[in-house]
């Protein structure tokens, strides 16, 4: 994990503002260093005479959080010879389906070094930086894995940047009224400018120098785009279907494929049980994905617990509500890693006032003796969900340590950090999208208290992990929320098709660059295992019938597994084959009503309402 700043000016250079530089800071708290390069501007003939452009001013930031390899690798990554340059910020879980060992940074940019490099008898033709602007294609299609980056290529003088298919990391992007070009890991929150996210729709390329055509597609329409000279423009190399032709020059070759919405006569669809061989596919698929982002963390990077602190230091906690997903990936986690390795499961929970009151104005016996002695953190439903899955776990792999760290947020605690909150969520503005970035901003914080449980005795605790695991992604595979059993209500298999199609073409344009940002701010990084590229093609590739019980609801109910609720059934399967029937049955909740940061003022406020 790494935050990122560049910015190109005519005017001279333009470094971060303090506030920026400190949430970089925070993103990569191991390293932070900064570059400037000049780019002095070639004359060319216009219709006015000879022309000399003014010079170009380069400035990157690179922050390092060090999450891979046995150093920490300082950036921007400068390669001595051209003077290219990368700012990474991600993880290359596999290159041309190759696992990738080490620090992924220097891998990456070595193989983008060797597809700009020309050979001794080169020269510079538009034919030569065609076919380089080919080779980089080929490289940035190759990666697997979350990523945002600025690659300045200087032997051709162009800028490279962009966001993974899924915008599972964050990138934002404002142009000043005096034409420079800022992008950047996070917004400014002293200027009131918007500052959109970089769309994940494709590879951006920016030259800098002149006389350069090339055929790709423009930002916001696909069409060709002549970049004149003198005047340098943004392009887009955009995402391709793996399974479609395009007719551009250039194009990113997608990893996954289209949706599956083959049918067939309903009677002939079987219902799926504990031997269907999705069961088997999804534990192998699932368990692959969380091999790559648990193991080869380096342990002596984590963040530094007191000295005075009994415990020892864990490199891996859960985003842990108790729901199906989290908990299937903690149960699957604990077939990868050692039995000694300790496992956080980071549960937040939140007084909401509103929430309170009503619970202070329930009429019937006791309610006043009972109302008191609630606890506003033990009316939040994930908090329960929780504790019950935790016990589950335990008593389904003894031997290792479950932390249940309990995060309990008073509401004063809420309103003295909503303005950063507030900040870092930006583009983003509405009520829901800030109270979903409390929990996950809380939680990733990871500091409460933890329970032991031989003494009973309450202890106050922080992570010392820099790695979370989070659920995210398995509703939209396989159909988890109650909106796909609406469209099924509604309009059988093809209206079920149709909204688990919208749901991932949304994935890229939604919120994940938002969850970064936030998240990243306590210097930590989350992984998604649901969203590895292989575990998304094939659940694409999955008929839905294979993935949802939807339209089998009379089906036989196997011995000793009672009926499972139709959304995610595959993954519901899954956790009662581990040995957690509690889990299999636990109904879906939405994050801001499982830890009751929605409405915390008033019960009539929209989650579309933008905040003040």
């Not at 150093?71 to 700012?87: G, N, R």
């Not at 604990?334 to 929970?349: F, G, M, R, Y």
Request: hydrophobic share 40%; aromatic share 8%.
């Amino acid at each position: 994990m790494c935050g990122i700043f560049f910015s190109l000016s005519q005017e001279g250079y333009v470094s971060p503002s303090d506030t920026v530089l400190a949430c970089l800071e925070r993103r990569g708290p191991d390293h932070v260093k900064v570059l400037r390069r000049v780019i002095a501007g070639k004359a060319f003939r216009s219709a006015e005479g000879l022309v000399q452009p003014s010079p170009k001013y380069l400035t990157f930031v690179s922050t390092v959080l060090c999450l891979r390899g046995h150093c920490v690798v300082p950036q921007p990554l400068v390669d001595d010879f051209s003077d290219s340059l990368l700012c990474w910020n991600g993880e290359a879980w596999r290159v041309n389906n190759e696992p990738v060992h080490g620090n992924d940074a220097e891998v990456v940019f070595r193989m983008l070094l060797q597809a700009t490099q020309n050979s001794s008898r080169d020269v510079l033709t538009e034919d030569s930086k065609e076919k380089t602007l080919e080779r980089v294609v080929r490289v940035i299609s190759s990666i697997s894995g979350p990523y945002a980056f600025v690659f300045y290529d200087a032997v051709h003088q162009r800028l490279y940047y962009g966001r993974d298919i899924l915008g599972r990391r964050s990138l934002v992007h404002r142009k000043r009224a005096d034409g420079t070009h800022i992008i950047s890991s996070v917004c400014d929150s002293t200027v009131p400018e918007i500052w959109p996210e970089v769309e994940a729709d494709g590879l951006y390329m920016l030259p800098l120098g002149i006389n350069i055509k090339i055929n790709i597609a423009a930002p916001a329409y696909d069409e060709i785009r002549n970049i004149e000279a003198g005047s340098p423009a943004i392009g887009r190399i955009p995402w391709s279907s793996r399974d479609m032709v395009s007719n551009l020059s250039h194009v990113l070759q997608s990893p996954f494929p289209p949706l599956n919405k083959s049918l067939r006569d309903q009677k002939q669809h079987p219902a799926l049980s504990l031997n269907s061989l999705g069961v088997f596919r999804l534990a192998q698929e699932l368990s692959q994905s969380l091999s790559h982002r648990v193991k080869e963390v380096p342990v002596h990077l984590l963040i530094a617990l007191p000295d005075s602190s009994p415990k020892k230091p864990v490199t891996l906690a859960i985003l842990f509500s108790g729901g199906l997903d989290c908990t299937v990936l903690a149960r699957l986690v604990h077939d990868l890693l050692p039995a000694e390795q300790s496992i956080d499961l980071l549960n937040v929970a939140f007084e909401n006032p509103r929430v309170v009151a009503a619970g202070k104005n329930i009429s019937g016996p006791n309610s006043e003796s009972k109302s008191a002695a609630c606890s506003p953190y033990s009316l939040c439903p994930d908090r329960n969900t929780g504790l019950i899955s935790h016990e589950e776990l335990r008593r389904v792999c003894p031997g290792r340590t479950w932390r249940f760290v309990s995060i309990d947020i008073p509401y004063t605690e809420t309103l003295d950090h909503r303005a950063q909150v507030k900040s870092l969520i930006r583009p983003h503005d509405t009520e829901m999208d800030i109270s979903i970035a409390y929990a996950l901003y809380f939680a990733a914080r990871g500091s409460g208290t933890v329970r032991e449980h031989t003494t009973g005795e309450v202890s106050p605790y922080t992570t010392s992990a820099r790695i979370l695991l989070s659920g995210l992604g398995a509703d939209e595979l396989f159909a988890g929320y109650t909106r796909h059993a609406t469209a099924f209500s509604h309009r059988g298999y093809p209206g079920l098709l149709d909204e688990l199609e919208l749901d991932f073409s949304r994935l890229g344009k939604r919120n994940l660059g938002r969850d970064d940002r936030v998240i990243s701010h306590w210097g930590r990084e989350v992984r998604y295992p649901y969203l590895d590229e292989r575990l998304v093609s094939w659940a694409l590739e999955c008929p839905v019938w294979e993935k949802c019980g939807f339209g089998n609801l009379a089906a036989f109910v196997e011995a000793n597994v009672p009926a499972l609720e139709p959304g995610k059934k595959l993954l519901r399967l899954l956790a009662w084959e581990l040995g957690m029937s509690g889990v299999a049955t636990e109904k879906k909740r939405a994050i801001q009503f499982g830890a009751r940061t929605a409405k915390m003022e008033r019960g009539k406020t929209k989650g579309t309402q933008v905040i003040d």
